[in-house]
């Protein structure tokens, strides 16, 4: 979970440019009108909200684990055998809670059985989300058939180790169904394995030969501030979300488009808009001094897992769920203190989650017409379904640095029987409940609110 400074001369000089490109680009979107929406199941969007925990190591408890989770409503969690943390404990806590889990080696592992051996457990009782190898190579060099891997060494070991990880998956009978993430910050290859690639392809000229098969999902560290990127910006999560070269942060241009270290070309700008995607780490720190408290922190929280649902990641992992006992400077960035205090982040997603709660497919997703005339670049909107078949649209403003609230109308395209507003930063019940109306009009700053329609 480091920064990585190598490239920083050069994102600073960009930086800026990026900014700017990226607002503009938002401002040209607003100006379409969202005519025929297509919904998503809200149930799909909360099984993409995920953190980052040992669960019951390094300080943390398996009961401990439970109660979050059950307050948050967040569901899975990113972990591994690097904690030592026995499976039977990730069975118990699925069991108690629905939680899944991502298993992987995590941090300079690269013991591939004991993967798949810890897999299948979790995957015989249902708790298996999916499979993950190396955490950070780049950070957490790894030695696989007695050569050494990662970090400023040769790429290859990784590269062996990640394909030899994908076939022994797929080749098992338990396993096979489920996806293989990739290692995280491919971006710092030293040398051109071919690990931007999921599947390598023809003509690549990679050190791995064309249709090496590493992973099914591409995986980031995007966390939404960067060394290059200081303080709090207008679409602060919107930006660092963007799967662009217009991403400032360490995202997924920089890791599967062009590698940030030596420049490697992988997909292209058009091939990694539909690049099946994931994060397993991501947050912003309380500082005060850039001025994140725990009250701007909990906002940003809301707003980053709506945006990078919205902009095509398919699960974001929020590092911390708590603060570790043997790393305890994190604890800045996680939902809960080191001794188990909820943090504001954690009050407004167990309100935000509360509101949503939902567990069921609808029979239908369908289309919903509305329109947010004069749509402000800082103002993003996502459209869900319940399985009760009412749609609900969520709405959140990003003015972290210009402050202030943008008024909007939202115009819905014909009369409902009823409309209710919900704010999470406020509570689980209703701010308001309209009937027979046609628009909404909304105030948006800095977090979202949640609009929900009854036919």
């Not at 249902?126 to 993950?132: F, K, P």
């Not at 955490?135 to 060494?153: A, M, S």
């Not at 995202?251 to 808009?273: A, M, R, S």
């Not at 239908?364 to 004069?374: D, E, H, Q, V, W």
């Amino acid at each position: 979970m480091k920064h990585r400074n190598i490239f920083l001369l050069t994102v600073m000089i960009c930086a800026i440019t990026f900014e700017l490109n990226a607002t503009q680009r938002i401002s040209q979107n607003r100006s379409e009108t969202q005519q025929g929406v297509e919904a998503v199941s809200v149930s799909k969007f909360l099984n993409s909200l995920g953190a980052v925990s040992s669960i019951s190591r390094r300080g943390e408890t398996l009961e401990g684990s439970i109660e979050c989770m059950r307050y948050t409503g967040l569901r899975w969690l990113r972990a591994g055998f690097e904690d030592r943390a026995p499976v039977e404990d990730f069975i118990q806590l699925y069991e108690q809670t629905g939680t899944k889990i991502s298993y992987g080696m995590l941090s300079g592992h690269a013991e591939i059985s004991r993967l798949t051996d810890g897999a299948k457990k979790l995957a015989e009782k249902g708790a298996l989300l999916a499979l993950e190898g190396s955490n950070e190579p780049n950070n957490w060099g790894i030695t696989y058939q007695g050569e050494k891997g990662g970090g400023k060494d040769s790429w290859l070991p990784v590269a062996k180790m990640h394909r030899d990880l994908y076939s022994t998956v797929k080749n098992d009978p338990v396993l096979k169904d489920y996806p293989v993430w990739a290692a995280s910050e491919t971006g710092a290859q030293t040398d051109n394995t071919g690990m931007q690639f999921l599947t390598i392809p023809e003509n690549a000229n990679t050190l791995m030969p064309a249709g090496t098969k590493y992973a099914d999902y591409a995986n980031c560290h995007n966390y939404i501030v960067h060394p290059s990127w200081p303080g709090l910006h207008d679409n602060q999560t919107w930006i660092s979300s963007d799967p662009s070269k217009e991403c400032p942060v360490d995202g997924l241009y920089g890791n599967f488009g062009v590698t940030w270290l030596k420049k490697f070309q992988g997909y292209t700008d058009e091939e990694l808009l539909t690049l099946p995607r994931v994060t397993t780490e991501t947050g912003y720190a309380i500082t005060p001094e850039d001025g994140v408290t725990e009250e701007v922190q909990a906002r940003l929280y809301l707003n980053l897992y709506l945006s990078q649902f919205k902009r095509g990641w398919d699960y974001t992992a929020v590092y911390l769920l708590k603060g570790r006992a043997n790393e305890p400077l994190h604890e800045k960035y996680a939902f809960y203190t080191l001794d188990y205090k909820p943090k504001q982040a954690a009050h407004y997603m167990h309100n935000f989650t509360t509101i949503l709660a939902d567990d069921k497919e609808p029979s239908s997703t369908g289309k919903l017409n509305y329109s947010i005339p004069g749509q402000p670049a800082t103002t993003h909107d996502l459209l869900l379904r319940k399985s009760n078949g009412n749609f609900v649209i969520v709405l959140w403003g990003e003015r972290f640095a210009s402050k202030g609230s943008d008024n909007i109308k939202l115009q819905l395209g014909k009369k409902y029987k009823k409309v209710i507003v919900y704010d999470p930063t406020v509570g689980t019940e209703p701010v308001n409940e309209f009937t027979g109306i046609n628009s909404v009009d909304l105030s948006l700053s800095d977090h979202p609110v949640i609009v929900e329609i009854v036919d």
